[in-house]
């Protein structure tokens, strides 16, 4: 298995535009995550599915960030606008859903917006 | 509210020393607690996996220890190596069907040559 898969690796873009985050889980895991990672606070949690249906998404900074996940195999995560404070390593993992849920993470992607 | 708090920050080590790092949380009730290691430009990877039942478990150089009462953990290394050179975070899971683990701001190593 690859792995999670994230796109892109990198994404540089200017305050204002829409920046669409890709992913794609562990084959046969239930459970999807989003998260962002940034020096000054670490790894925040901002939103899960779990068998393709949104669970909780209370990390989820305002309304310009949301996430879709229409399959099994796919997730998004969209901000719209960005803005310059949007700026850091947004990773997406995959788990099964189980008592012993290890969490397997993507690379991350890479986002600055100018 | 479940925290996790690391200590410490960051620590550079000479190579071939030990170091522990500390995990002290409050989340409950308690299901169990990972390590995982985050080298510079990937995403964290798990290192050990403790549930209540148990106290000590090894991966290689690496052994965390788990106080269950105290609810603290440690994580030793030993004959530290430069490719140690990491984040280490600590994630604590409570049980009663929630899947969404409390994760540490993580301690950085550097092992220095």
């Given at each position: 298995d690859a792995g999670v898969i994230q796109s892109p690796r990198h994404e540089v873009t200017e305050m204002g535009q829409e920046v669409t985050l890709r992913c794609k889980p562990i084959s046969g895991h239930n459970s999807l995550f989003w998260y962002r990672q940034t020096m000054m606070r670490g790894l925040e949690l901002l939103i899960y599915f779990n068998n393709n249906v949104p669970i909780d998404d209370s990390g989820m900074p305002e309304d310009r960030f949301s996430a879709k996940m229409p399959n099994a195999s796919f997730s998004t995560l969209k901000i719209q606008p960005s803005e310059p404070r949007d700026s850091a390593v947004y990773f997406c993992a995959s788990s099964l859903a189980s008592l012993y849920n290890e969490q397997f993470f993507g690379p991350g992607t890479r986002l600055t917006v100018l | 509210k479940n925290q996790v708090e690391q200590s410490p920050q960051s620590l550079i080590i000479l190579e071939g020393k030990n170091c522990t790092l500390q995990c002290n949380y409050t989340v409950s009730p308690f299901s169990n607690l990972r390590w995982y290691k985050q080298d510079t430009g990937r995403g964290p990877v798990s290192l050990t996996i403790m549930t209540f039942s148990e106290n000590t478990k090894s991966n290689g150089r690496y052994t965390a220890t788990l106080d269950a009462d105290t609810k603290q953990s440690s994580l030793h290394i030993t004959a530290s190596?430069?490719?140690?050179?990491?984040?280490?975070?600590?994630?604590?899971?409570a049980s009663g069907g929630s899947y969404i683990p409390t994760f540490g701001r993580g301690t950085s190593l550097i092992v220095h040559p």
């Open positions: - | 190596q430069l490719s140690d050179s990491a984040s280490y975070i600590c994630v604590v899971s």
